[in-house]
């Protein structure tokens, strides 16, 4: 969830509109964020506008969370846990810009190393034109001076000479240039490798943002009726989380394009060529699937079932950004797979060490929870009895760098197709198509 989005439902929760807009005049923030809000604004639109105006005007800071606490003692956990959801959102940033400033720097030093480059090619093109030119000018002393023959000859030995040690110096300008060019290449490598973890922490950032799969769902399950205890010999067990085979799924957008709409349709259904299930993508106000757009609120999905505890206005599925591997990975989340990673059958040696250094770092901050949590820790594997071997080209696997495994073993991830495991489980899961 957005900072933005967390805080105003945390406002929201603790004040009513006018104990709202009191607690901020009374504070430093005081007329300089009230008289930024827009008059009678519901509570909803209010909270989202106060902490705009906020964070606009630089007043979100910790003096404001120990404001809260001190008002609304007893709320302090959520009120912590938004103060660690600020924190986390202004390091990212701040990360984010020391990215950019690494960036602009390797790039300053490509183009220092290709200036040196460039000048000993000058230098050598230089000298060889030289020895050329004392080259043709001695010849032409021998054809007109016969007389002092043995003088040119000794000239032209000399000039050999010359030769000779310029060749000397080329061969260690040529050795020198390799020599940078080598390390350039390690610098390539290495910045390689800071993109792949780089890579991995943002696209874990964005799964914490996801309902997790097993824990917070859970005590806030409702009994089923009947009709979803539907089960096969084959069918494996899933948590609890698997829809009735053959069922009709509604799907509705929460706002988004008609070209996002266009492009979300077709991918979603390559997963019905082999899943028993069908998808209505309408304007149903009782739709089971829900799909926002936010590009600030990551890319989740709840698993399964789990979408039916979900208020019917929340998205139970939010897309920050329209890639088809994208739309495959949360619609799986959807038919009720988990990620690949944290399959009970993954035999992943993890560096736990190296993760916890990477992840505990920027962008993430995880704690070592968090880290176990959503990396570490597979799922029980009574509770997902029968699921698939470990697939690593699944589309529900996500890019690990090789330096988080003991073994040296990276994963490439972040499929944009169906893999043959894939459409094999979604037949197991939900069995019945021709």
């Known amino acids: 969830m957005s900072l933005e989005r967390a805080l105003g439902e945390l406002l929201l929760s603790l004040f009513k509109p006018k104990e709202l807009v009191y607690f901020l005049q009374d504070g430093p923030e005081g007329d300089d964020v009230v008289g930024a809000l827009p008059s009678s604004l519901p509570g909803a639109a209010l909270a989202r506008e106060a902490v705009q105006a ?86 032409r002393i021998a054809l007109g001076a016969v007389f002092a023959s043995l003088l040119v000859v000794a000239v032209a030995v000399a000039m050999l000479s010359g030769v000779d040690s310029i060749r000397s110096e080329l061969k260690q300008l040529r050795g020198a240039v390799a020599e940078q060019a080598s390390g350039a290449q390690k610098l390539l490598d290495q910045l390689e490798e800071v993109k792949q973890i780089a ?8 799964s914490a943002l996801e309902a997790p799969e097993e824990t917070v769902l859970e005590s806030r399950r409702v009994s089923q009726p009947a009709l979803f205890q539907q089960e096969t010999e084959d069918r494996p067990r899933m948590a609890g989380k698997l829809w009735p085979i053959g069922k009709t799924l509604r799907v509705r957008f929460l706002g988004g394009s008609s070209e996002q709409h266009d492009q979300v349709e077709p991918w979603a259904r390559e997963w019905l060529d082999y899943a028993n299930l069908n998808l209505d993508f309408s304007d149903a106000p009782g739709a089971e699937i829900r799909i926002a757009f936010d590009a600030a609120d990551g890319s989740w999905s709840y698993v399964g079932t789990d979408a039916l505890v979900v208020p019917e206005r929340s998205a139970t599925m939010n897309l920050g950004f329209l890639e088809k591997g994208n739309v495959l990975h949360n619609f799986g989340h959807v038919l009720g797979l988990i990620h690949e990673h944290q399959s009970p059958n993954a035999d992943i040696h993890w560096n736990e060490k190296a993760v916890l250094e990477d992840l505990q770092g920027p962008p993430n901050f995880w704690d070592a929870g968090t880290v176990n949590r959503n990396v570490l820790t597979p799922h029980d594997p009574d509770r997902y009895a029968g699921y698939r071997e470990f697939d690593p080209d699944s589309v529900m696997m996500y890019a690990f760098p090789s330096s988080w495994t003991r073994d040296n073993r990276g994963f490439e991830g972040d499929a944009t197709e169906l893999s043959d495991s894939d459409r094999q489980f979604a037949r197991r899961l939900y069995p019945g198509l021709n």
Do not use: H, P
């Not at 001190?70 to 701040?94: M, V, Y």
């Not at 230098?123 to 010849?139: C, F, N, P, W, Y």
């Not at 890579?199 to 964005?206: C, G, H, I, Q, Y």
């Open 54 to 139: 906020l964070i606009r005007r630089g007043r979100l800071d910790d003096a404001f969370f120990d404001r809260l606490v001190e008002e609304r003692s007893g709320r302090e956990d959520d009120i912590q846990a938004a103060r660690r959801l600020w924190i986390l959102d202004t390091t990212s940033k701040q990360a984010e810009e020391r990215v950019v400033e690494a960036g602009k720097k390797a790039v300053e030093s490509g183009a220092q190393v290709e200036s040196q480059i460039s000048s000993a090619i000058v230098e050598l093109e230089s000298a060889i034109g030289r020895t050329i030119a004392q080259s043709q000018r001695a010849k």
């Open 199 to 206: 890579v991995a922490s943002s696209r874990l950032a964005d």
